[in-house]
Every structure is written in C-alpha cells, then in structure tokens.
C-alpha cells in the first residue's frame, strides 16, 4: 500500500497442517504457564502439534528454566519437527478461549526476536478465541516492521527481513481472516512509513505528491489543493501555518465512493510535516520528535485506502491539511488574526497552537459534503500526554459517538479513552478582537481546551469525534509487543474497525 522506498509487507497463507518439507521455516509454537507452577506447556491448538515434539519442547523449555510469561520468547532445535527452529512465545495463564490483543502481542514479541528468518509457520492462529489468526498476521506483520529507507550499506541490518508467513488454522474463515490481518497490517505500516520519513524528505508538496499516489492506485477521487487555491479560496488556518515555510502548504481530499453505500463518513488528519512552534518557538530538546506531528493525517491517508481495498460499503471521504510551521520573516505571530475556511476569524495568541487553525478549516470543508459521522484525528496536545500517558489517546466528541469510538478502539487494542468537553471551557477561548482566541489563558485542561475549539467548527447534525494521538503516534522508547520504537501507525487501526462497524450497524 506504500509508495516510495518502505516497508515490504510478507506474503501469508493458512494451512490446515504443518506442511512436510517447511524448508529453512521457523515455527512460532503458543505456551502457557502450568497451572500447578511445575513448568511450561504448549498452549492447545487445532490443529495440535505431534505429541512427541511437544513433549520435546516442553522439555526443552524446561531446561531452559523458561516460566511462559507473557511475551517470552525462546528458541529451540526439536528433532521431531522438520523446521529449521521453534520460536516458543508465552501466553501467560492458561485460557479457554484467547483475546485478539493477547495474540497480536505475542505475534509482535515473536516476529522481533525472528533474527535471520526469512519464513515463518505460525501456530498461534489455531489458538482458540474470535479473530485470533487475524490478529497473529497482524502481530508478526507489524512486530517485523523496520524503516531502512535512510540507512547505508554500512548501518542497514544484515539479517533478511521476513518475507513470508504461513499460519497454521483449521477456522473456515481462515483465509478471510489471513487477507483481513494483512490489509489492516499493511495499512498500519503505510502509516508508520510516512511518520518515520524525516522531514527533509517529506513536506507538504510531496506529502501530498505521495498521498495522491496512494489514492489513485487505490481508485480514489484526488483533489490537492496548492498554496495560491488555498489563499484563493479562503482557508486561514493551513495558509497562516504554513507561511513561515519555505515550503508551502496543501490539501488534499481523498475520496472512496463505492456503489451503494449505507452511510458516509468523514475522516480528517492533521498534516504538519514539521513543527518548530513557528515564533512560539519549542525547546530544542526532543524537537526531533516533531516529524511525527503529521501522524495523524499518515493514518487518515492509510484508512481510507483501506477501506478501498477491503471495499466497505461505507462512501469515505479524507481531507487532510498539509503545512511546516517554521519561524521567519512570514511566519504568523502572536496576536495576528486569521479567517478559518467558513469565515471564523481568531486570534492567535500561541502559533505552537496551529494544528487546530489546520483542522478546522478541513472540519468545515469535510462537514459541506453532508456527512453522517465525522472522524478527525491529530497529535494535538502535549496535554493528552499529562492526562493520559504515551499509549492511551483521548476521544473528545459528541457523546455517543465519542463512545463508540472509544470502545471500538479498545477492542482492537488501541486501548483510546473518552474525555470530556465541559461547556464552561469556551469561555476561555474568548477574544478581545476575534471571534475566537486559538489557545486559553489558563494551563489547565489543554486538551480539552483544544477539543471545545475544534467542536465550533463541527456542522450541526453531524456526529464526530477527535481521536489526540500526541503521545500515541509516536513511539520514543523501546519497542514492545507488535510495536516498534519510532511511528506506531496509531489510530489506523481505530479508524478503519468505526468504518468497519459503520457498515455493519450503520
């Protein structure tokens, strides 16, 4: 699904047995802690392993002293199996039936302990539990995840990345299962490609040189929109950001029609290619970290691709803002007022406030297409980081929909929480000379603060949601699970199960 120098996604198919000659194939074997604490054993799958080799593996393992814990990984020579090696990956306790995320986790530890292979069969997908073959493609497929578009010979790694997944399941829907998990997957590397690529590589011309690539491969509807449609046509917000760039901002609309569609969607991203906090400068420490503050336009762009591809019966249409807010000569200031698209006017009083002024031009253009439900997404606030960590992001939005939004994303492990928006909140976003100031003079609740902004610019009727992914994008620690360090591709995964949902539930 990407384009330019990224991530090349394997190729996976299920069996329904583990194939007689698995070449040089490591196989990726589920283990549990024993109830009675004597040890370590191979998780029940179907179809089952032969007994002689699992009885070699649990010997093995408990040689190695190995306990099952979560995401534990060893790795073994069984004679009594025709791979090169078993990769044994633990559970945790024993279960009935396993939760996706739990999978999808181990799926992730397994594929980045996988030095060297470059074929894997996997038995997690013959555990029991609902999607759970889906989830394990997507686990090994985004745990494998690694960006060398920008490393030498000298530093590139010297194992081959993985080239091929066979997952090992007897569910009728395995096949469904195996293309669903792959898509999703590939979507959620789209993303992360984008995030990673730095920002001498990617500002907002060949953002949007890419995103038009991506649509248009897909059979998308592509408009973008330069600079001089931009001013021509009203849009304050990506116009005042993005003129203290050398670089000059965009537009892009990305639209999916299929046939007959039971609803249609919204989806807008915010597109800051990078951000210095223009004259409200940023601490130069960690400013690196800012290529990621177009992650949210990235996943926006990946889902709807997606969902042209998975061919949703679901009209989905993305608008995503593009601009690099950089200090200058042009550069907005503090104090400087600017007109949204529609006709808002606001004071800026923090230029390091700009992903709003972006967003809320795309809100309103979006909203003049009539949609049903609006999903926008962006790292907005360092304070959704104080509110809730580096892996939770914040839902604001209108109440029900927020909520839906909310658990769907902690179904897929996303793990999003619904905030709210107090009503008293826009008083502190008054103006003395707009109709709006773009940031409050209090230092509480930034998130929220920024969320009541974004809601003036929501159509009446329309049902929306906010998904702040500031911490959640953007991965600046070790990896874990399926997750690496750098781009996470969050919330990709969100967005496409709501549209998923959507079609089904309208």
């Known amino acids: 699904m990407s384009t330019a120098p990224g991530f090349p996604v394997p190729t996976v198919t299920a069996v329904t047995a583990l194939p007689a000659d698995p070449g040089e194939a490591v196989l990726i074997v589920p283990v549990v802690a ?24 649990e010997a093995g393992l408990a040689a190695l002293n190995a306990k099952g814990g979560t995401e534990q990984v060893s790795r073994l020579v069984v004679a009594e199996l025709p791979v090169a090696s078993v990769l044994t990956v633990g559970l945790g306790q024993p279960r009935d039936s396993w939760p996706a995320e739990t999978i999808r986790r181990a799926a992730g530890a397994a594929a980045r302990s996988l030095t060297g292979a470059r074929s894997v069969i996997s038995a997690l997908g013959a555990l029991p539990g609902d999607g759970v073959v889906a989830a394990g493609v997507e686990g090994l497929i985004l745990g494998g995840y690694r960006f060398t578009a920008f490393r030498s010979a000298k530093t590139a790694p010297k194992d081959p990345a993985l080239a091929t997944i066979t997952v090992l399941s007897s569910a009728a829907d395995a096949d469904e299962q195996v293309a669903h998990g792959s898509d999703v997957a590939a979507a959620v590397a789209t993303a992360r490609d984008f995030v990673n690529t730095p920002p001498s590589h990617l500002y907002p011309a060949e953002f949007a040189d890419r995103a038009r690539a991506l649509g248009e491969s897909a059979g998308l509807d592509v408009e973008v929109l330069d600079e001089q449609a931009l001013a021509a046509a009203g849009y304050g917000g990506v116009i005042g950001v993005g003129q203290g760039s050398s670089r000059a901002p965009r537009l892009v609309r990305l639209a999916y029609r299929p ?4 609803k249609k969607v919204a989806l807008v991203g915010k597109g800051i290619t990078f951000d210095t906090g223009g004259i409200s400068i940023k601490p130069a420490a960690n400013m690196h970290h800012m290529t990621s503050d177009m992650g949210g336009a990235a996943a926006v762009i990946a ?38 698209y529609g006709g808002i006017t606001v004071e800026v009083l923090n230029t390091d406030a700009e992903g709003r002024l972006i967003l809320a031009d795309a809100i309103v253009r979006a909203c003049e297409d009539g949609p049903d439900y609006l999903i926008e997404t962006s790292t907005l606030t360092g304070a959704q980081t104080v509110a809730l960590g580096n892996r939770t992001p914040g839902v604001m939005g209108s109440d029900e929909f927020r909520d839906r939004v ?54 009446a009727g329309v049902a929306w949601a906010h998904i702040d992914v500031a911490g959640p994008a953007y991965n600046a620690s070790g990896p874990w699970g399926y997750t690496p360090k750098g781009g996470t591709g969050v919330p990709t995964r969100t967005m496409f199960a709501v549209l998923e949902d959507i079609s089904a539930r309208g």
């Not at 046939?259 to 039971?262: I, Q, W």
């Not at 601009?323 to 007109?339: C, I, K, W």
């Not at 773009?438 to 998130?447: E, I, K, P, T, W």
């Open 34 to 57: 024993a109830d009675d604490e004597s040890g370590v054993r191979v998780a029940a799958t179907d179809p089952a392993l032969p007994a002689a080799a699992v009885a070699e593996i």
């Open 303 to 340: 889902t709807v691709v997606l969902a042209a591809r998975r061919r949703l019966p679901v009209e989905v249409i993305a608008t995503v803002p593009m601009a690099e807010n950089m200090p200058s000569a042009t550069a907005q200031r503090p104090g400087d007022v600017l007109t949204q």
């Open 259 to 262: 046939a007959a569609p039971v």
């Open 406 to 459: 909310a658990g769907i994303s902690q179904a897929v492990g996303e793990n999003a929480w619904a905030m709210p928006l107090p009503d008293e909140l826009k008083d502190d976003l008054k103006s003395t000379v707009a109709d709006l100031a773009n940031v409050s003079g209090q230092r509480f609740a930034g998130m929220l603060v920024a969320g009541t902004y974004l809601r003036e610019f929501v159509a």
